[in-house]
């Protein structure tokens, strides 16, 4: 059973607003900050809370529960230091889980990585939805956006696939996604037969839409 994963975003600008809309269209939880009403108002059909407040200052954010999100995103572009602060507040006095920051340059990255982001990503629109993907779900760990709505995902062998072979479980028309290969650590191996089983502890790398392949990792 997979259970629904819950999002902070701290900051509306172009790039919450497209984190927000991707994550939407995954089965989740999400809840946004911003300083300024105005920002937010368009995206009230998508979260399940929205609040006005400064969360450079400490009592904010302790409002807000942060151990109870699986993710928080701090999207400030318009003010590095609110941003730094932010972060470290939530990772240093808040016990967030997870914090991804996002940055415009080189040396910001090195900054936020040392103060309390877990991860730091730049604020571009195929960056937002690789994340809303990933992040979305336990068992997809990387995808790579092929165009014409197929991608290539890097995902879980599930429990009831291991000793099975790629034949046996029939992936094309079952599930409608091709598999390319394994992958275990660093070690990918691409699958040129059906009469391949999986084990315990492999990825696989498959071809196919992300409807697909969330009604597979769901």
């Known amino acids: 059973m997979n259970i629904m994963k819950s999002f902070l975003i701290i900051g509306m600008g172009h790039f919450g607003h497209h984190l927000c809309r991707s994550l939407a269209e995954t089965d989740c939880e999400i809840m946004i900050v911003d300083k300024d009403e105005a920002t937010i108002e368009d995206m009230l059909p998508y979260v399940v809370s929205a609040k006005i407040g400064d969360c450079t200052n400490l009592e904010v954010l302790k409002t807000f529960d942060i151990p109870s999100f699986d993710t928080c995103f701090v999207c400030i572009g318009e003010n590095f230091q609110n941003s730094l602060e932010i972060t470290s507040l939530l990772k240093d006095e808040c016990g967030a889980k997870k914090v991804i920051s996002k940055a415009d340059r080189d040396i910001q990255e090195k900054f936020l990585l040392k103060n309390g982001a877990d991860e730091v990503i730049y ?13 979305s779900s336990e068992h997809i760990f990387n995808f790579i956006d092929l165009g014409s ?42 699958i040129i037969t059906g009469e391949r089983r999986f084990e315990k502890g492999e990825h696989l790398l498959v071809l196919g839409k992300e409807e697909d392949v969330h009604k597979v990792t769901k």
């Open 149 to 190: 709505d197929y991608s290539i995902y890097e995902i879980d062998v599930l429990d009831r696939w291991i000793g099975k072979t790629v034949k046996e479980l029939n992936f094309r028309v079952k599930y409608n996604l091709v598999v390319l290969a394994t992958k275990k650590g660093d070690d990918v191996k691409p």
């Open 123 to 135: 604020p571009e629109k195929n960056m937002a939805e690789r994340y809303a993907v990933t992040e």
